[in-house]
């Protein structure tokens, strides 16, 4: 089955999914979750992790090399349901999923903070932050470090070397509550 028909079977039936993403010729990545929509070029999926619905996760459909679901993903959708779990599934924050563009278009209006990755082995860069700037080819996002203290100038990010977005997660949504103010 091709992953156009797995995407729609996964998203009508409601299915854990665990997702293969090439990132470089010799590196996948892992997302496990619910897809809850995709376009042509993006996929948006609500995360699980130890039978907990976690935040959003936004990547390319083309990075797409498999959708798995064998007995153990079955069965780990089982307990999801009994346990009641996929009751809260769902988007909490609509957002525009046809490009990166009006992704970030979506989530600045919204004032979400994100989590950008480039995963990428060469880039391998994890950006958490604010929203500023949404261009035709990159954007600005303003970093807030592990202490929680705010670059002071924002870091730009190409459309290009973006590999994961998430956002409405429980990491992203704490920490922001406890950024330190600007300039201090």
Known sequence: MNIEKRLKKHLDKK??????????????????????????????????????????????KA???????????????K????????????????????????????????????IIECE???IDQFIIGEILEVGKKKLSILYFNAAGVWDEKPTKVKYKDITKVMYDDPYVEVFSKYTRERGS
């Open 79 to 114: 307990i999801l349901d009994w346990e009641g779990i996929k009751k809260e599934l769902g988007i909490l924050t609509k957002v525009n999923i046809s490009s990166w563009k009006k992704l970030f278009k979506s989530l600045k209006k919204k004032n979400k903070n994100v």
């Open 63 to 77: 990075a797409i090399k498999e959708i798995r679901y064998n007995k153990n993903d079955k069965y780990y959708d």
């Open 15 to 60: 299915r854990f999914a665990r997702v293969s993403r090439s990132i470089s010729k010799n590196r996948l990545e892992i997302s496990r979750g619910f897809i809850l929509d995709y376009s042509d070029e993006l996929i948006l999926l609500q995360g699980t992790d130890d039978f907990q619905i976690q935040g959003f996760v936004v990547f390319e």
């Open 120 to 122: 990428h082995p060469k």
